[in-house]
């Protein structure tokens, strides 16, 4: 993993500073975002929503992309119902069908993580030792092994920057 440098656009203009994680989001494989995002990636995340079938529906774009600039590119799946015994194999068959694996961690349907969104918040900063948080707890130390991170990330308490 190499370190880069971050330019601040909005809020910090004209600040730069060193990074090694920076995580892009773009709109599905059919935008003309996500070729550039891919080719300066490490590592492809494709959220897929568990009960619409349409949001699977970049995912061989982003997969076929993703195999030409020799990237590796991961399945993640989000808003599985709690309790479900066929979502998640359902949404590891699709994946599986255009050569994109999921990642071991889902996210279900909490309201939590509902909750906590609207307030610009993530799960455990509101309930530190929920199940929600749990999840994105197992994402994070999942994205630290794959990406090789060394330590854990700071949640910090303050509002995120909008670039």
Known sequence: MKTVVVA??????GKTMLAKLVIIDTPPGRSSETPAAV???????VPCVADDIDSFEGAPKT??????????????????T????????????VLDAVGIPMA??????????????S????????????R???????????????????RPAHVHKTRAVVL
């Open 104 to 117: 071991p961690v889902v996210f279900h349907r909490l309201m939590l993580h509902r909750d906590a969104n």
């Open 8 to 13: 601040i656009n909005k809020g910090g203009a």
């Open 119 to 130: 307030k610009g918040l993530t799960a455990q900063e509101v309930d530190r030792g929920s």
């Open 63 to 80: 997969a076929r992309l993703a195999r030409t600039t020799g990237k590796r590119a991961v399945g993640i799946l989000n808003f599985v």
């Open 39 to 45: 080719e300066v990636s490490d590592l492809v995340l």
């Open 132 to 150: 929600a948080a749990s999840e994105i707890d197992a994402f994070w130390k999942w994205i630290c092994a794959e990406m090789q991170l060394g």
């Open 82 to 93: 709690p309790n479900s015994q066929t979502q998640e194999p359902a949404a590891r068959r």
